[in-house]
């Protein structure tokens, strides 16, 4: 309590702001990246904070290589390279426990000895491609990845950066060769197996439930869309059920065109076959799906004819007008690409299924097409007579898959480098980044715009408002009045350390925390005269053990937005995660590291 007392009107007015932030985090709907701004504004305000130090975790390594590899992961999104994690490493579930446990042992056995953030970033779209077609809940899915990825990185030393943090502080302070590679492995596996199994139990009642968007179908245009699997396809010999085309939600295949054969009422289990024709019929999402489908392009071959390379195009919707010169003539008879550069490669009619090949659907008035056509089309027919209404779908547009392989090893190149200590992490993610433009597998456009910014200015912002705990000294009186409390004995000691420094994660971030804490947690192994290797070990797990707030660790505020989750979806779940792993560690660790 002395330290406390000892505080200054800054230290209480820090410690104000941050239960402000909180507060706003848990009970009002404003943005996370807004609330932190503000708190961080109102210490630069009133001169606790310089506008370096606000402004420090914009520069921070950590905030920046998380930017960075959002541009690493639009070359694996764009050249359709994520669609191979997917079948490759999660497989099929038999259901959400079975979905949660694929998805959570390859992530936390790759996170050991990768740095767990490109681990989640490369995950992310590959879990929503997953989700989708096996329809399961996102919402139910991203936080175990999470997760799983921050417990597996407490096994080695170079699992995650704290551990790397805290190695080097006893490095420093100790001298000696500090820790071994896999020593962490003895509190971290244990570790592991209890966030895992936490996650497969527990999880079923305390993981939010939300409902994807693509959940609920009914009512919905249903568009007609015709697929040629082309040769030498990853799906050619592979089942209907096996390629993934009887996952995706509101599809149906409505036939198999195979020379001369038409199969109607196709088995799960036919065997697709090069050249084949499947006609679908869908919803836009899943229709969608089918043009980024790697072996699978439009069965019409007008689609190779437009003046313009594949992945520079766009996928545009248009309304058919009653003046349109189109109505009463066949797709075919129509030579709509001769008339407009375009593709009709799918078609929608009063919200039915039109149960015909494209080429022979007879145009009618207010028909919806899905085309593939150049970025300008949208602008020269906006207010053309034979359209009523023309709109480009999202960022949509045709994949490069044949430069999947490259965007694959650039990614494994960039691991391999951070491993085997080549380079920094945030030097491996630019130079990543860099060659993922060069060798074309994203654009420089779609570079620009792959950050999420509101992620990167929460993490930015929240160093600087750990800084301020710092400076204050209101972190120090925090984690001093906390072990004031153990009274010389060592294990209420190193549960004390422990609370303390998962507290300071959730406020700040876990290296500010391990930082923090570490010569608090020295200086009390001393004083009582045992080894300080157990503080050390219980330092790094509860730095690691950022599970209680969104804020508290990068790879939670990465899932934050995409799984569309409430600050109070990781309290709930979160603080009992953090007090069992606290327990674990607290038993565990004096047991491999005597004091």
């Given at each position: 309590m002395d330290a406390f007392l000892q505080l200054g009107w800054e230290g209480w007015f820090s410690l104000g702001i941050v239960a402000l932030c909180f507060g706003l985090f848990a009970f009002s709907r404003?943005?996370?990246?807004?609330?932190?701004?503000?708190?961080?504004?109102?210490?630069?305000v009133v001169g606790i904070l310089t506008p370096a130090e606000a402004l420090s975790g914009f520069s921070n390594p950590g905030m920046l290589t998380v930017g960075v590899l959002y541009v690493v992961v639009t070359g694996l999104t764009e050249t359709g390279a994520v669609g191979w994690v997917g079948p490759s490493l999660l497989g099929r579930p038999r259901g959400p426990t079975d979905a949660r446990l694929r998805l959570m042992l390859p992530v936390a056995?790759?996170?050991?000895?990768?740095?767990?953030?490109?681990?989640?970033?490369?995950?992310?779209?590959?879990?929503?491609?997953?989700?989708?077609r096996h329809r399961l809940e996102l919402s139910r899915l991203l936080i175990p990845l999470s997760f799983a990825s921050i417990a597996g990185g407490t096994c080695t030393l170079i699992g995650t950066s704290t551990n790397l943090v805290v190695n080097g502080l006893y490095v420093e302070r100790l001298g000696g060769e500090g820790l071994g590679l896999f020593e962490p492995v003895w509190v971290g596996l244990p570790v592991t197996v209890a966030v895992l199994v936490f996650l497969l139990t527990a999880g079923h009642w305390l993981l939010p439930k939300r409902l994807p968007a693509a959940a609920s179908y009914e009512d919905v245009r249903q568009y007609t869309s015709e697929m040629l699997v082309q040769p030498g396809s990853p799906l050619v010999g592979?089942?209907?059920?096996?390629?993934?085309?009887?996952?995706?939600?509101?599809?149906?295949?409505?036939?198999?065109?195979?020379?001369?054969?038409?199969?109607?009422?196709?088995?799960?289990?036919?065997?697709l076959q090069a050249n084949d024709r499947l006609v679908f019929a869908g919803i836009l999402d899943s229709v969608m799906d089918l043009q980024r489908t790697r072996g699978l392009i439009p069965a019409t071959d007008q689609v190779f004819k437009l003046n313009l390379?594949?992945?520079?195009?766009?996928?545009?919707?248009?309304?058919?007008?009653?003046?349109?010169?189109?109505v009463g003539k066949s797709v075919r008879e129509?030579?709509?690409?001769n008339r407009y550069n375009s593709v009709i490669i799918a078609l929608a009619r009063n919200g039915e299924r039109v149960a015909r090949k494209i080429g022979d659907i007879v145009l009618a008035p207010g028909d919806t097409l899905l085309l593939e056509t150049r970025p300008n089309f949208v602008e020269q027919q906006r207010n053309s007579r034979d359209f009523l209404l023309v709109s480009q779908i999202g960022e949509f547009h045709p994949l490069k898959h044949d430069r999947a392989p490259v965007a694959i090893a650039i990614v494994i190149a960039m691991i391999a480098a951070v491993s085997l200590g080549w380079l920094s992490m945030l030097e491996a993610a630019l130079l990543a980044a860099g060659l993922m433009i060069f060798t074309r597998c994203t654009t420089s456009r779609t570079a620009r715009r792959a950050p999420d910014w509101q992620v990167l200015v929460v993490i930015a912002t929240s160093f600087g408002i750990g800084a301020a705990l710092e400076k204050t000294g209101a972190a120090s009186?925090?984690?001093?009045?906390?072990?004031?409390l153990a009274d010389g004995d060592p294990w209420i000691t190193l549960a004390l350390v422990f609370m303390a420094t998962a507290l300071l994660t959730a406020l700040a971030t876990n290296n500010v925390a391990a930082v923090l804490v570490f010569p608090i947690a020295l200086q009390a192994a001393e004083a009582m005269g045992v080894a300080p290797e157990p503080f050390i070990l219980t330092l790094m797990v509860a730095a690691s053990a950022s599970f209680a707030t969104p804020i508290g660790y990068q790879?939670?505020?990465?899932?934050?937005?995409?799984?569309?989750?409430h600050f109070g979806d990781f309290v709930r779940i979160g603080v009992p995660l953090t007090l069992l792993v606290g327990l674990l560690t607290v038993v565990v660790v004096p047991h491999v590291w005597s004091f």
């Open positions: 404003a943005a996370p990246d807004v609330i932190t701004v503000g708190g961080l504004t109102l210490l630069l056995g790759l996170s050991a000895f990768l740095n767990n953030t490109p681990v989640v970033a490369i995950f992310i779209p590959a879990v929503q491609d997953w989700a989708k592979k089942s209907i059920e096996d390629a993934g085309l009887r996952q995706l939600p509101g599809l149906f295949l409505i036939e198999i065109e195979r020379g001369e054969q038409v199969m109607a009422a196709v088995s799960s289990e036919e065997l390379p594949r992945p520079g195009r766009c996928f545009v919707e248009a309304v058919l007008s009653d003046k349109s010169p189109l129509g030579r709509f690409r009186a925090m984690a001093g009045g906390l072990i004031g790879t939670n505020l990465m899932v934050l937005n995409v799984g569309g989750y």
